[in-house]
């Protein structure tokens, strides 16, 4: 497939489903006119030219211009044939991908489940995700959760209207058994950042282990004792629970002092209190912050402004997971520890696309290596 690629967009409101559709202008055999014919000059229509324009352009039937753009012009004289793709180019046509993949029985629509769009792990997964899918002439249909448990089945039925072929989840609530109905149905599923108990289905991830390990040496490294987890509720997310336990057996090892705190949209003034109480607790010693994802961080920035009015890298040591546009921008600059996200998301449509085009394999267990951005937040203490 080959062609201009463009992108549509709509959406039905902030928590709902989001439709993106990569657009591609599939390859039209052409013939040359034969010697000493000519076609009329061509005016092209007002908006986008139609299956009837052409046939009316072409003085032939919409059976015949269909059988063309289905490769079946060996069934046409060369000159009908002709006449056909020269009124297609005249006209600009663009026949309707989604028409045409219907009529032959597939969509080729891929959906994606994402826990929250306002969380750029999302976005960066959607961005790697969109790109697999158009190189391999498939759609995309987003629906966001907006991390509002028990919408699985809501997202399933949405999805299935589309009539999407598989699914990429980045799930919320590991109870509901939605997506087993989904697998019943013989839809492949591939999961994204949390897995699923249960679930026969590939899995791609960040390796959590590794990646905590290395923010953690790296704050160690430059000297920090002491060592506070901001992350969201970890109780039923995988990853996060991942990086838990990670940070909570590294540090038991090696005989540190660490906390963890729960961050919400609803406790700010108990993150702020929590920070302030973890320095005091420190007694000197230089202590600094592991943030779990870059929503806890930008959390922890709005403590560290108001009400505490401390400074990364001065008051408290700092890493944070997710790299984003603005970490080299707040303070001195944030460390982080950059996840392959738009790596995670091709990954994810690839294997998805594998199962669609018949793959019998057993369920794959992919984990990718994080890697560390150090900025001045993670500076060796004063």
């Excluded at 439709?19 to 039209?28: K, L, Q, R």
């Excluded at 996060?240 to 406790?267: C, K, M, Y």
Aim: glycine share 8%; net charge positive.
């Amino acid at each position: 497939m080959c062609g201009a690629r463009g992108r549509i967009v709509v959406g039905c409101g902030y928590h709902r489903c989001h439709f993106i559709v990569s657009i591609a202008t599939p390859f039209m055999p052409t013939s040359p006119l034969p010697s000493g014919s000519a076609a009329p000059p061509a005016r092209k229509a007002p908006g986008r030219a139609t299956i009837d324009d052409v046939a009316r352009h072409a003085g032939v039937s919409k059976a015949t211009v269909s059988r063309f753009l289905n490769r079946r012009d060996e069934l046409l004289t060369r000159d009908i044939a002709a006449r056909v793709a020269q009124a297609i180019e005249a006209l600009d046509y663009k026949p309707s991908a989604m028409a045409r993949s219907l009529k032959h029985g597939r969509t080729r629509l891929i959906g994606l489940v994402v826990a929250d769009i306002a969380n750029p792990f999302s976005i960066a997964v959607l961005r790697g995700a969109e790109q697999a899918c158009q190189e391999a002439g498939y759609l995309m249909v987003l629906f966001n959760l907006g991390n509002e448990v028990g919408r699985e089945r809501e997202a399933l039925r949405a999805l299935a209207s589309y009539q999407v072929e598989g699914l990429i989840l980045n799930r919320v609530d590991p109870v509901r058994q939605a997506w087993h109905e989904a697998t019943l149905q013989g839809k492949p599923v591939v999961l994204v950042d949390r897995r699923h108990e249960g679930l026969d289905a590939d899995f791609v991830s960040v390796d959590n282990r590794q990646a905590v390990e290395l923010g953690l040496a790296h704050l160690l490294a430059a000297g920090y004792e002491d060592f506070l987890l901001v992350t969201e509720p970890y109780g039923q997310v995988s990853s996060r629970t991942e990086r838990v336990q990670a940070f909570v057996g590294e540090l038991s090892a090696r005989g540190r002092r660490h906390a963890i705190f729960e961050t919400t949209p609803d406790n700010a003034d108990a993150l702020a209190a929590a920070l302030r109480a973890f320095r005091q607790a420190a007694g000197g010693r230089p202590a600094a912050v592991l943030s779990g994802n870059a929503v806890a961080t930008l959390r922890v920035a709005a403590a560290l402004t108001a009400p505490l009015q401390w400074q990364f890298g001065r008051e408290l040591g700092f890493v944070g997971f997710d790299e984003t546009e603005w970490a080299p921008l707040v303070g001195a600059g944030l460390t982080t520890i950059a996840q392959p996200t738009q790596a995670l998301g091709g990954l994810a449509a690839r294997c998805l696309i594998e199962r669609l085009d018949g793959l019998q394999a057993p369920a794959r267990h992919i984990e990718l290596p994080g890697w560390l951005i150090a900025r001045g937040s993670s500076r060796p203490p004063a």
